[in-house]
């Protein structure tokens, strides 16, 4: 890499840059924290019992819990006891959203989590490893009077993950079990304004079906749904980060394509990272308002993946061409063993996701989590991602080490050599030791912010106002890595001042002889910043 | 017309008499003849609420159902809950419910308030899940719901709704008798220290939704409580209950502990004015006090229940009754059982 904008800048204007990208990242945790609601809303749904009396009907009726056209009901079990009603009669109806509400494509995405209420009896209990099959179907429709559409219709499996922490006696009979969570449905867009699950539970006992389940009082559903209020500040945000990821992302390009020699790898890498990110930042989610696009969900991963893929990527080729250890780099298949990990631990978390949100656009209630196989499965790919993750970090701080060790040693020899020599290796542990920095410090917010929202309850009464620290969350680390990938491409990218130097490029010629990196990483030498100097001196002290 | 006025004011009158003992409500459990509450005329036909309940009656006729149920919730609760006790909570058919058990300020008053303002919470809360309701969390006469609207971001959990529905249906009567009597405060102290049995005890849940199911992004939200742990939680509350007295500080009336030794209640602890009576004897000029001859008892328990205590010393006689049993049953999870009828003896213990 040429010799850098960051090295020839003045302290002065270094430190205005600084500050105006600090104002930003500020402005950033701002827009999150005071103008967006909290990010996601969860809703309780209590499921509708409803009767069905016909025994093999034609075609499927839809049961509706409430309003006009709303089905027989009855209160409790007790009551289906007396009127002789069957299990397989009984339709849970649950209506989504509330009464008098209505969905909005704002909400982007809709997953509802199944519970079941199951009261311990002693002659009744749950088997070990109790399965539930469910019939489930979900309709929607986009007026309060009309008929409703089918959208997906299947019959599910779900482990019962049920436990009874007091004695099991009689003593305690009536009293709940406490159940696992089951992932049940996710919808990738939210396109029509009301929704309708039906669900059944049939009972085979030859084919030992919804057999040994324990006795069910009720169904409860959680539905969670992106605040629309959220959306639209994202929506926002992207709109404004995207132009200015690209404007900075063509002046870097046109810069590179400005200079006499081809662009370094470290410049190619750079611009793959300014890429990536606009990728993300593109906000394509603007038709997901306008049309019914399930995969957005699934698109938003792949992009998100991408953009992480390329940031280590990044970090692993940025040491790498700082190792400053005398051999000739600048080429991608040197960090094959590094990248590797990345893109393998990427691809099997893609599968991952492929086989659970893929499988979810045709089927939303699937889940990989459902089966024993399709557990291990997962397990398996995360796990295999998670020592791709580990081995790339060891590489990483293996490399970083080794940038250090080879710093130490060059600092000792530094005063040594010649002027031009000198002035490269500094501008190089400087570059080095500014993005090491930024970049230590973008990791520690993000992991700082990350745990906080996850203590925290989300959110914090200042005053009169609250903050929402989650919101802050999202769209402060969303604006930092942005400004984090701004300021690399602005500060990283080669100096006009090398332009009319000949001189400069006649002297590395001279030295290339004996350091064969010179020529892909240095064509200039220009009078030294004030910055320059002042880590020149901190290096030789 | 006018012979509806009539009917109306001596409704009103009749209310107005019976108002003494507060929990007159509960006797909606009773009214089962009323059918479903569905218009303002059938508010003011029902017995047992006040001028002011009947106004939020009317105010919110569709929470009406969910309060019955409430009232019968807390009825069922409360005789699970004393089933083992002298006391069993027994009901009458007649007003007020639970007969002049209550009217006293005792502990057994105390857990009786307890339990049906956590009801009333309870039931309206499933309500409005259920989607009967159309206010709810997303009404904006609850505090804590915000301004913009479902669209933006969301709405408030429906229990701050069933909480704040709670505290204006059922405390209104103490509040309307425009003083702070000793009772009053405790049966308010009391009701609100019930619905913290809901509050203290809900269960926050999460979900992880983030790129592949990580936890970048996590919703949490509070889960209601089964209600037959708030019944065990109100019953160790009624068992820990702090005999208090009326003091004034400043110029309010405040409770405070009868034994300054004791250290004094939180707010989710149960109050109590008065000592019970020992529930032992039937007494025909207290309606709902049965005493405990021919109850049930066991002979190997030192506690309550045990035949010692629970017959006040008058002893017990014993007899061998063949009970016919359900076993080896087969279950289905909703409405079916199929058993074999086992017969078997058992030694049944009665008060004399």
Same mark, same amino acid.
């Given at each position: 890499?040429?010799?850098?904008?960051?090295?020839?800048?003045?302290?002065?204007?270094?430190?205005?840059?600084?500050?105006?990208?600090?104002?930003?990242?500020?402005?950033?945790?701002?827009?999150?924290?005071?103008?967006?609601?909290?990010?996601?809303?969860?809703?309780?749904?209590?499921?509708?019992?409803?009767?069905?009396?016909?025994?093999?009907?034609?075609?499927?009726?839809?049961?509706?819990?409430?309003?006009?056209?709303?089905?027989?009901?009855?209160?409790?079990?007790?009551?289906?006891?007396?009127?002789?009603?069957?299990?397989?009669?009984?339709?849970?109806?649950?209506?989504?959203?509330?009464?008098?509400?209505?969905?909005?494509?704002?909400?982007?995405?809709?997953?509802?989590?199944?519970?079941?209420?199951?009261?311990?009896?002693?002659?009744?209990?749950?088997?070990?490893?109790?399965?539930?099959?469910?019939?489930?179907?979900?309709?929607?429709?986009?007026?309060?009077?009309?008929?409703?559409?089918?959208?997906?219709?299947?019959?599910?499996?779900?482990?019962?993950?049920?436990?009874?922490?007091?004695?099991?006696?009689?003593?305690?009979?009536?009293?709940?079990?406490?159940?696992?969570?089951?992932?049940?449905?996710?919808?990738?867009?939210?396109?029509?304004?009301?929704?309708?699950?039906?669900?059944?539970?049939?009972?085979?006992?030859?084919?030992?079906?919804?057999?040994?389940?324990?006795?069910?009082?009720?169904?409860?559903?959680?539905?969670?749904?992106?605040?629309?209020?959220?959306?639209?500040?994202?929506?926002?945000?992207?709109?404004?980060?995207?132009?200015?990821?690209?404007?900075?992302?063509?002046?870097?390009?046109?810069?590179?394509?400005?200079?006499?020699?081809?662009?370094?790898?470290?410049?190619?890498?750079?611009?793959?990272?300014?890429?990536?990110?606009?990728?993300?930042?593109?906000?394509?989610?603007?038709?997901?308002?306008?049309?019914?696009?399930?995969?957005?969900?699934?698109?938003?991963?792949?992009?998100?993946?991408?953009?992480?893929?390329?940031?280590?990527?990044?970090?692993?080729?940025?040491?790498?061409?700082?190792?400053?250890?005398?051999?000739?780099?600048?080429?991608?298949?040197?960090?094959?063993?590094?990248?590797?990990?990345?893109?393998?631990?990427?691809?099997?978390?893609?599968?991952?996701?492929?086989?659970?949100?893929?499988?979810?656009?045709?089927?939303?209630?699937?889940?990989?989590?459902?089966?024993?196989?399709?557990?291990?499965?997962?397990?398996?790919?995360?796990?295999?991602?998670?020592?791709?993750?580990?081995?790339?970090?060891?590489?990483?701080?293996?490399?970083?080490?080794?940038?250090?060790?080879?710093?130490?040693?060059?600092?000792?020899?530094?005063?040594?050599?010649?002027?031009?020599?000198?002035?490269?290796?500094?501008?190089?542990?400087?570059?080095?030791?500014?993005?090491?920095?930024?970049?230590?410090?973008?990791?520690?917010?993000?992991?700082?912010?990350?745990?906080?929202?996850?203590?925290?309850?989300?959110?914090?009464?200042?005053?009169?106002?609250?903050?929402?620290?989650?919101?802050?969350?999202?769209?402060?680390?969303?604006?930092?890595?942005?400004?984090?990938?701004?300021?690399?491409?602005?500060?990283?990218?080669?100096?006009?001042?090398?332009?009319?130097?000949?001189?400069?490029?006649?002297?590395?010629?001279?030295?290339?002889?004996?350091?064969?990196?010179?020529?892909?990483?240095?064509?200039?030498?220009?009078?030294?910043?004030?910055?320059?100097?002042?880590?020149?001196?901190?290096?030789?002290? | 017309?006018?012979?509806?006025?009539?009917?109306?004011?001596?409704?009103?009158?009749?209310?107005?008499?019976?108002?003494?003992?507060?929990?007159?409500?509960?006797?909606?459990?009773?009214?089962?003849?009323?059918?479903?509450?569905?218009?303002?005329?059938?508010?003011?036909?029902?017995?047992?609420?006040?001028?002011?309940?009947?106004?939020?009656?009317?105010?919110?006729?569709?929470?009406?159902?969910?309060?019955?149920?409430?009232?019968?919730?807390?009825?069922?609760?409360?005789?699970?809950?004393?089933?083992?006790?002298?006391?069993?909570?027994?009901?009458?058919?007649?007003?007020?419910?639970?007969?002049?058990?209550?009217?006293?300020?005792?502990?057994?008053?105390?857990?009786?308030?307890?339990?049906?303002?956590?009801?009333?919470?309870?039931?309206?809360?499933?309500?409005?899940?259920?989607?009967?309701?159309?206010?709810?969390?997303?009404?904006?006469?609850?505090?804590?719901?915000?301004?913009?609207?479902?669209?933006?971001?969301?709405?408030?959990?429906?229990?701050?709704?069933?909480?704040?529905?709670?505290?204006?249906?059922?405390?209104?009567?103490?509040?309307?008798?425009?003083?702070?009597?000793?009772?009053?405060?405790?049966?308010?102290?009391?009701?609100?220290?019930?619905?913290?049995?809901?509050?203290? @005890?809900?269960?926050?849940?999460? %979900? &992880?939704?983030?790129?592949?199911?990580?936890? $970048?992004?996590? *919703? /949490?939200?509070?889960?209601?409580?089964?209600?037959?742990?708030?019944?065990?939680?109100?019953?160790?509350?009624?068992?820990?209950?702090?005999?208090?007295?009326?003091?004034?500080?400043?110029?309010?009336?405040?409770?405070?502990?009868?034994?300054?030794?004791?250290?004094?209640?939180?707010?989710?602890?149960?109050?109590?004015?008065?000592?019970?009576?020992?529930?032992?004897?039937?007494?025909?000029?207290?309606?709902?006090?049965?005493?405990?001859?021919?109850?049930?008892?066991?002979?190997?328990?030192?506690?309550?229940?045990?035949?010692?205590?629970?017959?006040?010393?008058?002893?017990?006689?014993?007899?061998?009754?063949?009970?016919?049993?359900?076993?080896?049953?087969?279950? @289905?999870?909703?409405?079916?059982? %199929? &058993?074999?009828?086992?017969?078997?003896?058992? $030694?049944?213990? *009665? /008060?004399?």
């Amino acid at each position: 890499m040429a010799g850098a904008i960051i090295e020839n800048m003045s302290t002065k204007k270094l430190v205005i840059v600084g500050v105006i990208l600090l104002l930003f990242q500020a402005f950033a945790f701002m827009v999150g924290g005071l103008i967006a609601p909290s990010p996601t809303t969860a809703i309780h749904y209590l499921a509708t019992k409803c009767v069905d009396t016909v025994k093999h009907r034609q075609e499927t009726k839809w049961f509706m819990p409430w309003g006009p056209n709303q089905c027989d009901k009855i209160r409790t079990f007790d009551e289906a006891m007396a009127k002789k009603i069957e299990a397989n009669n009984i339709v849970f109806a649950v209506h989504i959203p509330m009464n008098n509400k209505e969905m909005s494509p704002w909400f982007q995405f809709m997953l509802v989590i199944l519970q079941f209420d199951i009261a311990f009896k002693m002659y009744n209990q749950i088997e070990d490893g109790a399965l539930v099959t469910i019939d489930v179907g979900l309709a929607y429709r986009d007026d309060t009077l009309g008929e409703w559409t089918e959208m997906a219709h299947s019959i599910e499996k779900r482990k019962l993950n049920c436990n009874f922490t007091t004695a099991k006696t009689f003593e305690n009979e009536g009293r709940y079990y406490e159940c696992d969570l089951l992932p049940f449905m996710e919808v990738g867009s939210v396109a029509h304004k009301y929704y309708l699950l039906n669900i059944r539970l049939p009972v085979n006992e030859r084919k030992k079906i919804n057999v040994g389940i324990g006795e069910i009082k009720d169904i409860r559903l959680v539905g969670i749904h992106q605040n629309g209020g959220f959306t639209k500040v994202w929506f926002a945000m992207k709109t404004f980060l995207t132009p200015s990821i690209l404007i900075i992302m063509i002046w870097y390009w046109r810069r590179i394509t400005l200079m006499s020699r081809p662009p370094v790898l470290l410049e190619k890498v750079i611009l793959a990272l300014g890429i990536s990110m606009t990728f993300i930042n593109i906000p394509v989610e603007w038709f997901s308002v306008g049309f019914n696009w399930t995969w957005m969900l699934l698109f938003g991963d792949i992009r998100q993946g991408i953009f992480y893929s390329m940031l280590l990527s990044f970090w692993i080729i940025f040491c790498g061409e700082h190792l400053m250890d005398q051999t000739e780099r600048n080429r991608f298949s040197v960090y094959w063993k590094q990248v590797g990990p990345i893109v393998f631990g990427s691809f099997c978390l893609f599968i991952f996701d492929m086989c659970e949100r893929g499988v979810q656009l045709t089927n939303p209630f699937y889940s990989i989590w459902a089966s024993d196989v399709g557990t291990e499965l997962a397990m398996a790919f995360i796990i295999v991602a998670g020592i791709c993750a580990c081995l790339y970090f060891l590489f990483l701080c293996f490399m970083v080490f080794q940038v250090f060790r080879n710093i130490s040693g060059k600092r000792t020899s530094l005063p040594a050599m010649s002027k031009a020599r000198r002035l490269h290796y500094e501008g190089l542990i400087f570059r080095f030791k500014f993005l090491m920095l930024v970049t230590l410090t973008c990791a520690a917010m993000t992991v700082i912010f990350f745990i906080i929202s996850q203590v925290n309850e989300g959110h914090w009464h200042w005053g009169e106002h609250t903050v929402q620290v989650n919101s802050a969350f999202f769209t402060g680390i969303y604006g930092m890595w942005n400004l984090y990938v701004f300021a690399i491409m602005f500060l990283y990218a080669p100096s006009h001042k090398r332009y009319g130097d000949e001189q400069s490029s006649g002297d590395i010629g001279a030295n290339s002889g004996e350091d064969i990196q010179l020529t892909t990483t240095i064509t200039h030498v220009d009078g030294p910043t004030e910055i320059y100097k002042m880590t020149g001196k901190e290096a030789q002290e | 017309m006018t012979e509806e006025y009539v009917l109306r004011c001596v409704l009103m009158l009749c209310c107005a008499l019976l108002s003494a003992n507060a929990s007159n409500w509960l006797y909606l459990a009773k009214l089962s003849s009323v059918g479903s509450i569905r218009d303002e005329e059938t508010c003011e036909r029902l017995r047992g609420l006040i001028q002011r309940q009947v106004q939020i009656c009317k105010r919110s006729v569709e929470v009406m159902d969910a309060v019955r149920r409430g009232a019968q919730l807390a009825i069922d609760e409360c005789q699970f809950q004393f089933r083992n006790r002298r006391w069993n909570c027994s009901t009458l058919e007649t007003m007020p419910v639970f007969g002049k058990v209550v009217t006293q300020g005792t502990r057994e008053a105390a857990f009786v308030y307890a339990i049906s303002a956590a009801s009333v919470a309870f039931a309206v809360t499933r309500a409005c899940s259920s989607g009967e309701l159309e206010k709810c969390g997303c009404d904006h006469n609850v505090h804590g719901v915000s301004p913009e609207g479902f669209q933006w971001s969301g709405c408030s959990d429906n229990i701050a709704y069933g909480v704040a529905f709670s505290q204006s249906f059922v405390d209104v009567r103490e509040r309307s008798k425009g003083q702070s009597s000793s009772r009053a405060l405790m049966n308010l102290h009391n009701n609100e220290a019930g619905r913290k049995a809901i509050l203290s @005890h809900m269960r926050v849940e999460c %979900k &992880c939704h983030g790129v592949s199911g990580s936890c $970048e992004v996590k *919703t /949490c939200w509070k889960a209601m409580p089964p209600f037959r742990k708030v019944g065990n939680v109100i019953k160790e509350k009624f068992d820990g209950a702090t005999e208090v007295e009326q003091r004034k500080v400043g110029s309010t009336k405040v409770l405070v502990p009868r034994n300054s030794q004791f250290k004094p209640h939180t707010d989710e602890d149960l109050v109590y004015l008065d000592p019970s009576p020992d529930f032992c004897d039937y007494d025909p000029r207290t309606p709902g006090m049965l005493g405990t001859v021919g109850r049930q008892c066991n002979r190997t328990s030192k506690a309550i229940d045990g035949c010692e205590l629970m017959c006040c010393g008058r002893g017990f006689q014993t007899q061998e009754v063949e009970v016919v049993d359900r076993c080896s049953c087969k279950f @289905h999870w909703c409405c079916y059982v %199929k &058993c074999k009828q086992c017969r078997k003896m058992v $030694e049944m213990h *009665t /008060c004399r």
